[in-house]
């Protein structure tokens, strides 16, 4: 056997992944959106609000500007995945991926790169 593919048969968490994605790809677009998500993606859009130095030096800056249309909810938690995958969920956004479901596959495909660093 190619000694490539047996490397893949020693390690089947990447067989494991490989499917999950797989199928994973076939139905992210088969599930709605709950009902704190739209408020947590807003706080995602208004992120490039919150880390803009063109607004903060503006004279304008509004803090509560930076946490979207739901700022007490999001207040303690941090922006740091939001920031990471929001790059991502506007590059599927640009090929007509409707928002939600541009969040969960990325959501679904961040979640599988967590279970191979597990």
Sequence with gaps: MNSRFQRVFEKPIYILLTINILIGLFVFRNYGLSWDE?????YADALGYAYSPAEWFSGHFDLSNSYGSSGDDHKTRG???????RGPVYLLQAFSLDSASAWHLVNFLFFQLGVYFL
């Design 38 to 42: 739209p408020l947590f993606y807003d």
């Design 79 to 85: 922006p740091a995945y939001l920031f990471l995958a």
